[in-house]
């Protein structure tokens, strides 16, 4: 099953892959039915998840009901229990929206919700990050998550976000992170698909952000908490929820 998800998430463009995933997902769901694992986003159970990874495949990480990855579990979690963005008011920006957010948060009352992308079949708004067709000061939250790490221009892509989010207002900006690592990694020599994949994760990553990340958020004008939420999560709930143990949630304010 491994070699079959590795073989798929490399050769079928994601475009594809999320209209497809829309038909596949509730036939996997009823055949890994169990209790082992939980995915709180839907509270579904299971006997085990999915392998996921361009690079070294991790086991037990992609829930079978929504194809949530830990990360998006960890948000759903901080979101839900840390945050008002279930109950205010709000207006939203949501960058690559994940197909397990996606109609949930466009069925929210409170939310006068956006989403954006340049391929996304699920973007509202066709745009590049770098260059934002919205207003200064426009939103109350932004989502972009696992999205920087594909622009070569980050730092202009950071810049836009601060640019559109309103003062006070929150952004939460997920990416992968090696925290071994004090400074970014970066290397544009390195061209060959399966070459990139082994040293950034996937072969469309163009860095592998290190601790540094934080303080280029801070050089661009944001507040930055590190939130390190899995460590107020109990340890069984983590080890049910599958979540990544130690994974920073870069919380950002204007």
């Known amino acids: 099953m491994k070699k079959l998800f590795k073989l798929i998430l490399n050769t079928i463009p994601r475009p594809i892959l999320i209209r497809l995933s829309i038909v596949v997902r509730p036939i996997l769901a009823f055949l890994l039915k169990g209790s082992r694992f939980t995915d709180p986003i839907d509270g579904k159970s299971f006997r085990m998840f999915l392998p996921y990874g361009y690079g070294t495949q991790r086991n037990n990480v992609l829930s079978p009901s929504t194809l949530s990855l830990e990360r998006h579990r960890l948000l759903w979690l901080y979101l839900q229990n840390e945050t008002d963005f279930f ?90 992170q090696d925290l071994s690592r004090a400074t970014t990694f970066a290397d544009d020599s390195i061209t060959d698909p399966k070459e990139r994949a082994k040293i950034f994760g996937q072969y469309d990553h163009v860095r592998v952000y290190g601790r540094d990340y934080f303080d280029k958020l801070r050089s661009i004008g944001f507040k930055v908490e590190e939130v390190d939420y899995t460590k107020t999560i109990a340890p069984e709930l983590v080890e049910k929820y599958c979540l990544a143990k130690g994974e920073i949630i870069p919380v950002c304010y204007k």
């Open 87 to 176: 109950t205010a008011p709000k207006k939203v920006l949501h960058f690559a929206p994940e197909q397990e957010f996606y109609k949930r948060f466009k069925k929210q009352s409170n939310l006068d919700y956006t989403t954006t992308d340049l391929f996304s079949p699920l973007a509202d708004v066709k745009a590049d990050i770098c260059n934002l067709p919205f207003e200064d000061n426009s939103y109350d939250m932004i989502l972009c998550n696992h999205v920087l790490e594909h622009i070569p221009d980050d730092t202009k892509a950071m810049q836009e976000l601060y640019r559109v989010l309103r003062p006070g207002g929150m952004g939460i900006f997920q990416i992968p």
